[in-house]
């Protein structure tokens, strides 16, 4: 999947200057192949929430460290894109 559009393009200039951690541990992605899951992983996936928003998952690439529960957290080079009316996330990383 292709993230062409960075997350102030796409949500009209909003920052998302910090967030605060949910999961307490990274879920693994799978590739699918045929309609059915292989043991290839091929992201990672935490929840973080912002004030006045929902909760709201971002993909990583690699697998990352979290911070302790609902720590406050900046993302690396976060990214968005829209499909089907549904914005998914992804992040290089979170910022020490």
Aim: overall charge neutral; glycine content about 4%; aromatic content about 14%.
């Amino acid at each position: 999947m292709l993230f062409s559009r960075s997350c102030s393009s796409l949500c009209g200039q909003q920052q998302f200057p910090s967030q605060s951690r949910l999961s307490s541990e990274l879920e693994s992605q799978y590739r699918y192949e045929n309609d059915k899951r292989t043991d290839e992983v091929i992201g990672y996936k935490a929840w973080f929430t912002q004030e006045s928003l929902d909760p709201f998952a971002v993909k990583f690439e690699h697998q990352i460290k979290l911070p302790k529960y609902m720590a406050l957290i900046e993302f690396v080079n976060l990214q968005a894109i829209e499909i089907r009316y549904n914005v998914y996330f992804k992040a290089e990383g979170l910022a020490r």
